[in-house]
């Protein structure tokens, strides 16, 4: 059974807000984190690590590696306690002097909930693994959501997620489309999106895949990416296309909105000024294209020099009668960082509200 060991939860405030979390109390009254694991520590593992660390209601209690990598010493070195995913690899790691805590099935006996972060279409297959140790789980955005049963976004669908055992945090695309049209949905309502992507080819870290040079258009309509937008926005009607490009920095997407009713670019500005994790750059101060979207990146300092919001280009916000025009850049590497933060208090029921939980992990991670 998930989470034998709990049995009460108590309310306590967040220093500075109104909100109130409830914390996991034992039996005995010992008031406890959520236990994480994190399994495949790679682009987006060891930073949802590094994100969970950050916070006071839930702990990283171990993290997952196939082979003694560099990514193996880094989990090691920032103190996180390895795990192999690959029983029969645990030799090539003592050879390598990486020191390992044990297996995959040890770290899901101690765990409360697993974030798997294997590459697309291989989480699944963990499915059954978690259940047969009773832990939660969740999967990334390269999973299919019919395979997983329920999707996540902090903003849309936050409240659906509470209490659940198993969801999938929708992909980088998906979490910025999320993040700037359900404000508009509930502002102006929406009565069609027609959003084009222009992908990254792969993440700066990869030397194998590319295009590097040619442009490669997804030639089904609608991509996948309307329907898995309608994961966690459910009546949407959206049509979507995508093309990959010879780039490694960010996603920039051009949309279309027909809303529904006429409005101002102000207005719009207005309502996404309001709505956490998606901030503004202008082409008028230089920031032209994802090169210098990145630029500002390093100079923010982030970690990892991530940028976690959304990017809309505020000059490029444009409203004819009821159709919005405009611009925004992903990136892809952290924009579902904190989601990962708020899916797990919506699993444990850490906070009802979504905003709290939000407003929570934006703190600790220093966001907006
Ligand atoms: P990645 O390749 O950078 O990292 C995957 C990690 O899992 C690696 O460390 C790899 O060694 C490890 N791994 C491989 N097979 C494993 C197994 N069987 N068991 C345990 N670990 C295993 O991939 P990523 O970019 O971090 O993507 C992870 C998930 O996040 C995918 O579903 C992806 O679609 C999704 N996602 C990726 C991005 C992105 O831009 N990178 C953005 C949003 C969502």
């Not at 952290?334 to 899916?343: A, I, L, Q, R, Y």
Request: glycine content about 8%.
């Amino acid at each position: 059974m998930v989470m034998s060991t709990v049995n009460i939860f108590l309310p306590s405030r967040v220093a500075g807000t109104n909100i109130y979390l409830l914390r996991f109390v034992k039996g005995n009254g010992e008031q406890v984190t959520v236990k994480v694991a994190i399994n495949g520590y790679g682009t987006i593992g060891k930073r949802v690590a590094d994100a969970v660390s950050l916070q006071d209601d839930m702990e990283i209690v171990g993290v997952t590696k196939t082979r003694p990598t560099f990514e193996a010493r880094l989990a090691v070195s920032k103190g996180f306690d390895l795990y192999v995913a690959i029983p029969e690899n645990i030799p090539s790691f003592e050879e390598a002097g990486i020191t390992v805590k044990g297996t995959l099935e040890d770290l899901l006996g101690i765990c409360d909930v697993v974030v798997d972060c294997t590459p697309g279409k291989e989480g699944v297959n963990n499915l059954e693994r978690y259940r047969k140790f009773g832990v939660k789980a969740i999967f990334q955005g390269g999973e299919k959501h019919e395979n997983i049963g329920m999707s996540f976004n902090s903003l849309s669908n936050y409240h659906e997620n509470l209490g659940i055992d198993y969801t999938r945090v929708v992909s980088c695309n998906t979490t910025g489309l999320a993040r700037t049209i359900y404000p508009l949905v509930k502002e102006f309502g929406v009565k069609k999106v027609y959003a084009t992507m222009v992908r990254r080819g792969p993440d700066p870290n990869n030397s194998k895949k590319g295009p590097v040079n040619a442009i490669v258009p997804v030639l089904k309509v609608p991509s996948h990416h309307g329907p898995d937008l309608k994961t966690v926005i459910h009546d949407l009607d959206i049509d979507t296309m995508a093309v990959a490009v010879p780039t490694t920095l960010m996603h920039l997407h051009c949309n279309v909105v027909e809303l529904g009713r006429e409005a101002t670019s102000e207005e719009v500005i207005k309502v996404w000024e309001k709505t956490p994790r998606v901030t503004f750059v202008d082409g008028g101060e230089g920031i032209v294209s994802t090169a210098q979207i990145m630029e500002m990146a390093k100079d923010l300092k982030r970690d990892r020099s991530d940028l976690n919001e959304i990017t809309v280009w505020k000059d490029g916000v444009h409203v004819v009668g009821n159709t919005l025009y405009y611009y925004q850049a992903i990136h892809q590497e952290s924009d579902v960082v904190p989601e990962n933060v708020d899916c797990i208090r919506a699993m444990f029921r850490l906070t009802e509200d979504n905003l709290g939980s939000i407003e929570k992990t934006n703190r600790a991670l220093g966001i907006n």
